[in-house]
């Protein structure tokens, strides 16, 4: 007995506009990402031309307002069409998730007059943004960050570095954390900084482990001047503002993480049923076909608990702790049935010949982005501790 090669993924989507969104989805990815994926990863490409075509298609903001731009979606079909872009390569299914995440403290904390100024822009205009918390020497503690706002009139002067920015130096716009007052998390506020602004430049790209065509790069902050007017929010409330984004942009991370597992396991599922050792196909040794069902019971179990997560999110819930866990289950999940993959392929999983190397590399990252899983873990256990402790 053999044939069981990858069957199409059974999604739980709300209504048939989702399920067409969906079959678009596939359609592009087919088309404009899949094909020239594994290539243009080894060569380090930032495919900015496919930002701009998912921008143009309405893919690259669906969950917020279509007044402005947006696809209006709930976050439980926008979480499944990450899945897919992510499948096809994560430097877009992650890029889609922090030009989200970037857009984040605009549409939930911007002024009337800001969301109408920048939000058509950022949400269907083809611009294409970044999130700028993190620093040399502030991570996991993102409230000690140092980069410093002076304000003299109606002007503030921006100093310091921004390290590890996905997009930095390729995006039209930067929502950045910084210093306005005293130490820790109440000393921070955000601005919306344009990419081309005088003083801000980005340093050449990290060499990373994988996701080579997304640019990760340090920003300097030289007296980078931010008119009053692109302040988000109100001064001391960045590090809320930072969070908030965080809780849904970890969802993001959860669902590429899937969408990374998904296509390892494909592979997996191709590769075995096509190997013969021992006069048979391998898919037939229980060996590996337990491998296998362990494999998509972990990827079932990844979606469903990032869909739940999502729907709480959906029905305007709390699901700070979900997001937590759901980042965590997922991306360790992704990481174990990305290795079991190259494993699945023998020696033919160690080159670059097959993708089941590049997704083991890419699943590695989304254990460490947005919060590391050591951090998800502290998020969890504080919400177990109950509400004094958070
Ligand atoms: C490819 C890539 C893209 C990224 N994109 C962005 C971006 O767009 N914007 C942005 O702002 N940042 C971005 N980051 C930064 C990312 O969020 C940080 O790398 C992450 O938060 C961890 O911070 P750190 O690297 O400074 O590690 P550290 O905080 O120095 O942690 C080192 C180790 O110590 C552990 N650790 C730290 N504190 C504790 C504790 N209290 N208990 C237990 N363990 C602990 C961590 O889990 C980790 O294992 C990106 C990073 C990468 C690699």
């Known amino acids: 007995m053999t044939d069981h090669g990858p069957q199409p993924v059974e999604r739980q989507l709300p209504t048939e506009e989702s399920r067409d969104l969906l079959a678009l989805v596939r359609d592009l990815v087919q088309r404009e990402i899949e094909p020239v994926a594994a290539e243009e990863e080894e060569a380090g490409r930032f495919p900015r031309e496919v930002f701009r075509l998912l921008s143009a298609s309405g893919l690259l903001a669906l ?100 390290a590890w920015i996905t997009h930095g130096g390729v995006a039209d716009f930067y929502t950045v954390l910084a210093r306005t007052g005293g130490e820790g998390a109440h000393g921070i506020t955000a601005f919306l900084v344009p990419g081309d602004a005088p003083g801000l430049s980005a340093a050449p790209p990290e060499r990373k482990m994988g996701m080579k065509g997304s640019p990760t790069a340090q920003l300097h902050f030289d007296g980078v001047q931010v008119p009053d007017a692109r302040r988000i929010g109100e001064e001391g409330q960045g590090f809320t503002i930072a969070l908030s984004a965080l809780d849904s942009g970890r969802l993001g ?30 898919a037939d040794f229980q060996g590996l076909r337990f491998m296998l069902a362990d494999m998509a019971t972990q990827i079932e179990a990844g979606r469903a608990l990032y869909l739940a997560a999502a729907r709480l999110r959906d029905a305007g819930l709390p699901f700070s702790r979900q997001a937590a866990m759901a980042k965590l289950f997922c991306t360790d999940a992704a990481m174990k049935v990305t290795v079991d993959a ?36 502290m998020v969890i256990a504080r919400h177990l501790a109950g509400p004094e402790s958070r």
């Not at 430097?91 to 911007?110: E, Q």
């Not at 699943?363 to 951090?375: F, P």
Request: glycine share 14%; hydrophobic share 40%; net charge negative.
């Open 63 to 162: 969950p917020y307002a279509e007044e402005f731009g947006g696809g209006d979606q709930p976050y439980e079909v926008y979480l499944q069409v990450l899945e897919e872009l992510a499948a096809a390569r994560l430097t877009v299914g992650l890029g889609v998730s922090v030009h989200t995440l970037a857009c984040h403290a605009v549409a939930g904390f911007g002024t009337k007059e800001q969301q109408a100024e920048h939000l058509p822009g950022m949400l269907g205009g083809g611009l294409l943004g970044a999130y700028c918390l993190s620093e040399p020497s502030s991570g996991s503690d993102a409230a000690s960050l140092r980069t410093r706002a002076t304000r003299d009139g109606d002007t503030w002067t921006l100093d310091g570095t921004k």
């Open 253 to 282: 991370i959860a669902a590429c993480a899937i969408g990374v597992a998904q296509a390892a396991l494909d592979e997996a599922l191709a590769f075995t049923a096509g190997r013969r050792q021992f006069g048979r196909p391998i």
């Open 342 to 377: 190259v494993q699945l392929l023998g020696g033919y999983g160690y080159t670059a010949d097959f993708p089941a190397e590049r997704y083991m590399r890419e699943a590695k990252v989304l254990q460490i982005v947005e919060g590391t899983n050591q951090i998800q873990r």
